[in-house]
Antibody, heavy 116, light 110 residues
Framework: EVQLVESGGGLVQPGGSLRLSCAAS????????MHWVRQAPGKGLVWVSR????????NYADSVKGRFTISRDNAKNTLYLQMNSLRAEDTAVYYC?????????WGQGTMVTVSS | QSVLTQPPSASGTPGQRVTISCSGS????????VYWYQQLPGTAPKLLMY???QRPSGVPDRFSGSKSGTSASLAISGLRSEDEADYYC???????????FGGGTKLTVL
C-alpha cells in the first residue's frame, strides 16, 4: 500500500526536544522531495521544511530555522524532523507529505503539544 | 498573516458555481506553479490542482484552476454537498525560499 505514517508526536515542555519520523511504503521514496507541514488546532496549513531526494538540499520556514532539522534515510524509507527549543506556538498536527506533479501523498499526521 | 491571501469563507447552493481566489506577488504566484488542496474535516489535505490548472486523476472536472499575473483561482461548478471543506492554495516563494500556503477558505454548501 502506498502510504506515509508519522510517529513520534506527544506532549513536551517548552524548551524541550522531539523527533518525528515518517515511514514511507509502496512508492520510490528515494526519488521524491519530502516536506513537513503543520496545522495548529483550528488553524490553516503552514509549511515547515523540505528536503530533496538525496538529502543534500534542505529549506526551512523562518519560524523554525535554527531549531528544526529535517533529514532522511533512504535505506530505511524514513523521513525525520528533529525539533529542538520547542515553543508553545509549535503546537500542531505535523504532516509529512510529498507533492510532485500529480503524485500527492500525505500522512495522517502526528500531534505535537508544547506545554508545561 | 499569510503571504497568500484567500477569502476566509465562501458559500453556494447545490449546482452553483463558486470561485475561490488566491492573491500573491511576483516572487510566488507570479513566477511559480500554483497548487490547490482540499481538506475535509478531520482528514489530511488532498491535492486538487497542480501546475496552476492540471487535475490529478480522480479529481472531477467540476474543479478547474487558473492563474493570471500574481493571482490564481479555483472554480467549482455544479456544487455538491461533499465539496464542503477547507481549500488552500500553495506555491513556492523565491524570496522566502520556501513553500507558502494561503490562509484557507472554508466552503459552505447551503
Amino acid at each position: 500500500e502506498v502510504q506515509l505514517v508519522e510517529s513520534g508526536g506527544g506532549l513536551v515542555q517548552p524548551g524541550g526536544s522531539l523527533r518525528l519520523s515518517c515511514a514511507a511504503s509502496g512508492f520510490a521514496f528515494s526519488r521524491y522531495w519530502m516536506h513537513w507541514v503543520r496545522q495548529a488546532p483550528g488553524k490553516g496549513l503552514v509549511w515547515v521544511s523540505r528536503i530533496n531526494s538525496d538529502g543534500s538540499t534542505t529549506n526551512y520556514a523562518d519560524s523554525v530555522k535554527g531549531r528544526f532539522t529535517i533529514s532522511r534515510d533512504n535505506a530505511k524509507n524514513t523521513l525525520y524532523l528533529q525539533m529542538n527549543s520547542l515553543r508553545a506556538e509549535d503546537t500542531a498536527v505535523y504532516y509529512c507529505a510529498t507533492t510532485e506533479g500529480a503524485f500527492d501523498l500525505w500522512g495522517q499526521g502526528t500531534m505535537v503539544t508544547v506545554s508545561s | 498573516q499569510s503571504v497568500l491571501t484567500q477569502p476566509p469563507s465562501a458559500s453556494g447552493t447545490p449546482g452553483q458555481r463558486v470561485t475561490i481566489s488566491c492573491s500573491g506577488s511576483s516572487s510566488n504566484i507570479g513566477s511559480n506553479y500554483v497548487y490547490w488542496y482540499q481538506q475535509l474535516p478531520g482528514t489530511a489535505p488532498k491535492l486538487l490542482m497542480y501546475n496552476n490548472n492540471q487535475r490529478p486523476s480522480g479529481v472531477p472536472d467540476r474543479f478547474s484552476g487558473s492563474k493570471s499575473g500574481t493571482s490564481a483561482s479555483l472554480a467549482i461548478s455544479g456544487l455538491r454537498s461533499e465539496d464542503e471543506a477547507d481549500y488552500y492554495c500553495a506555491v513556492w516563494d523565491d524570496s522566502l525560499s520556501g513553500v507558502v500556503f494561503g490562509g484557507g477558505t472554508k466552503l459552505t454548501v447551503l
